[in-house]
Structures are given as C-alpha cells and as structure tokens.
C-alpha cells in the first residue's frame, strides 16, 4: 500500500530557483493539504484542497502555488525560493469528518528542502 | 478559534519510568483530538484518536490518553517507557470548518534514558 507518496525526499536549491513538490496519493482521499515543518512551531499548513479543482490558502501560503487537477495529485511549487523556506514539508491527504470517519490526516515522510 | 498547546517541549523519563505528555486545547465545537508520533526522518504516525465515543483512549505501543472536557485537556501517557519510544509526538484538533485541515501543538520531544 503506497498511501502518500512524496518526491523528492531531499532537495538543495539556490535563492530565487523555482521548483515543485511532488504529492500523490492512491486512497481516493478528496481532501489533501500541503504542512511545513520547523522546530519549535510544530506543523503549519501552507495550503489545503476540498477536492479537483478547489484550492485555498492556509495559515503561511506565501511564495507558494498549489493546484489539484486530479484527485490523486496535488503539487506544491516554489516560486522563487528564499532561505525562510528551508524546512520540511508533509503533503496529507483525508476523506470528509463524518459520524463514521474521524478526518485522520495520513502522511507522507516528508520532503527536505535547503535553501542556500 | 481552535488552539493546541503542548506543554513542555522535550521531556526525558528513564526506561521504565511514566511517560506523560500534556496537550490542552481550545475549540469552539466538540474537538476530534489525535496524538501523531514522528520517529526520527519520518512522516507522522497517528497514535490515537478522540472521537467521543470513550474519554479514555488506547493507542499503539502501549499509549493511552484520556480526554477531559472540563480541563480541555488530552494528555498523553504510557506506563512504561521504552528506548524506542524516543520521538517527537504531535497533539491536534481537527478545524471547525471540516475541510481536512488539523490545528497542531508545537510538538514535544521524548529523549528516554536508559
């Protein structure tokens, strides 16, 4: 069972180099959502999506684009990169709350990204 | 608005001795509650959760936490520590809008001696 797949897993860049992040997922999950992490500060979410097609902004969106074209998939792009974004990133996904399902976040193992 | 605080951000116990990881949290609807772990270079694992269906819940590896609505707490804890437990754990509530999104605490690192 792969759940949530992201790549790369390390990436070095340089300021002011744009890149994405990879995220998919296979659980047919329609919410997913895009956390970094850095010490201290626990996990912050950058943005989240309802569904193909729906996108919106979480608590730290700043210098990063999202877009969902498909259920499984949901890329996050730097656009032009400063050292602030050196940290880890999770992508998540999840299926609605509901009586029977308590929205649970399944993670991937995180995306490592340095920013010189 | 919805909070979590984690009291403590490392803690270290001697293998054997109680684990017990404080999270109180603030919410303005009746809060979903999860425990995640994160083992070093990992993704987090969800440990357990509140649903409301019992305040006293069991998790994985040994950990249970109790939820406690009158102290809007939901601590963490584990009779018997072992090396392996060594992490950092994550307390979250779920956000009120229900569109997949977990408000986390700040985390607090488990360092166990042997």
């Known amino acids: 069972n792969a759940g949530v797949t992201q790549t790369p897993k390390f990436q070095v860049l340089k300021t002011g180099q744009s890149m994405t992040l990879q995220c998919a997922q296979d659980m047919n999950h329609e919410y997913m959502s895009w956390y970094r992490q850095d010490p201290g500060m626990g996990l912050r979410l950058i943005h989240y999506s309802v569904g193909a097609g729906i996108t919106d902004q979480g608590e730290v969106p700043n210098g990063y684009n999202v877009s969902r074209s498909t259920t499984e998939d949901f890329p996050l792009r730097l656009l032009s990169a400063a050292p602030s974004q050196t940290s880890v990133y999770f992508c998540?996904?999840?299926?609605?709350?509901?009586?029977?399902?308590?929205?649970?976040?399944?993670f991937g193992e995180g995306s490592r990204l340095t920013v010189l | 608005a919805q909070s979590v605080t984690q009291l403590g951000s490392h803690v270290s116990v001697s293998e054997g001795a109680l684990v017990l990881l404080r999270c109180n949290y603030s919410s303005s609807v009746p809060p979903y509650l999860f425990w995640y772990v994160q083992y070093p270079n990992q993704g987090l694992q969800l440990l357990l959760k509140?649903?409301?269906?019992?305040?006293l819940v069991k998790g994985i590896n040994g950990f249970e936490a109790e939820f406690k609505k009158s102290e809007t707490s939901f601590h963490l804890t584990k009779p018997s520590a072992h090396m392996s437990d060594a992490a950092e754990y994550f307390c979250a509530v779920t956000h009120s809008s229900n569109t997949g999104k977990l408000i986390f605490g700040q985390g607090t690192t488990l360092q166990v001696k042997p």
């Open positions: 998540a996904s999840s299926r609605p709350r509901t009586s029977e399902n308590t929205g649970e976040l399944f």
């Open positions: 509140y649903t409301s269906a019992a305040t």
